[in-house]
């Protein structure tokens, strides 16, 4: 766990092209899975697979990016679908800096993974993040 590796990072969050990311064990296997998958839709596909968007993780059967928003505007959706209580998107930040920090990720490197332009919007979660690591 805690090992680093180049993912590209596209969009406002951020001026950088290209941002690290920790890529954490669980993480890292979806994105082999999720990698595959996808060599596997380039083969059906054949010469109609979309090669625009190939240094992309986030595309679509065909190869097409999905949109960014795509998920936030559904997110409800699925929770409904899946028998799951609402929760806001946004609040997953919170956890996500909960399990970034319980995996030894440095404060300053949460807040480039979470878009954040300084350590203060991490730091809301110290005092919570403290504990979770002294039970474990």
Not at 61 to 84: C, D, T, W
Request: a positive charge; proline letters at 2%.
């Amino acid at each position: 766990m805690g090992n680093w590796s180049p993912f590209q990072k596209t969009g406002q969050r951020t001026s950088r092209a290209a941002v690290r990311f920790p890529s954490l064990d669980a993480f890292y296997d979806f994105l082999i899975r999720l990698k595959q998958q996808q060599e596997a839709d380039k083969q059906v596909c054949k010469e109609s697979y979309c090669t625009d968007y190939l240094g992309y993780i986030y595309v679509d059967k065909i190869g097409e990016r999905i949109k960014p928003n795509y998920l936030s505007q559904h997110f409800a959706l699925v929770l409904k679908n899946n028998n799951m209580r609402h929760i806001r998107y946004h609040d997953l930040l919170d956890s996500c800096a909960t399990l970034l920090l319980c995996n030894s990720v440095s404060m300053k490197d949460e807040q480039e993974w979470l878009g954040h332009s300084d350590c203060s919007a991490s730091k809301h979660n110290e005092w919570s993040n403290q504990n979770i690591k002294k039970a474990h």
